[in-house]
Nanobody, 126 residues
Framework: QVQLVESGGGLVAAGDSLRVSCAVSGRTFNLYTMGWFRQAPGKERDFLAA????????YYADSVKGRFTISGDYAKNTVYLQMNSLKPEDTAAYYC???????????????????WGQGTQVTVSS
């Protein structure tokens, strides 16, 4: 079992930066990939970024490449998503996810992850 707890969401203005965090606990030695997704009301959950746990290889959705940065602190078992130049369309609930099955080919989809956090809301005002 792996538990994920996101934090750091909030209300910001367009152009601002925000960092959301995901604290990982439980069987962390089983982690292959950590990912960040977001979901706006009435829309599907979209992939944003992923990091291979341990190797540190990162992957990004084209929509956020250059604005968002994923990183991991292995000592703290925490994954971060730094978001810069935020836009109103970035408003969504942000979720972190963990893959403990090695589903590398699915890291950009929700099917690639078997544990999810409860989400943290990010609202960007215009």
């Amino acid at each position: 079992q792996v538990q994920l707890v996101e934090s750091g969401g909030g209300l910001v203005a367009a152009g601002d930066s925000l960092r959301v965090s995901c604290a990982v606990s439980g069987r962390t030695f089983n982690l292959y990939t950590m990912g960040w997704f977001r979901q706006a009301p009435g829309k599907e959950r979209d992939f944003l970024a992923a990091i291979s746990w341990g190797a540190g290889i990162v992957y990004y959705a084209d929509s956020v490449k250059g604005r968002f940065t994923i990183s991991g602190d292995y000592a703290k078992n925490t994954v971060y998503l730094q978001m810069n130049s935020l836009k109103p369309e970035d408003t969504a609930a942000y979720y972190c996810a963990a893959d403990t099955r090695g589903r590398y080919n699915s890291r950009r989809t929700v099917d690639g992850y078997d544990y999810w956090g409860q989400g943290t809301q990010v609202t960007v005002s215009s």
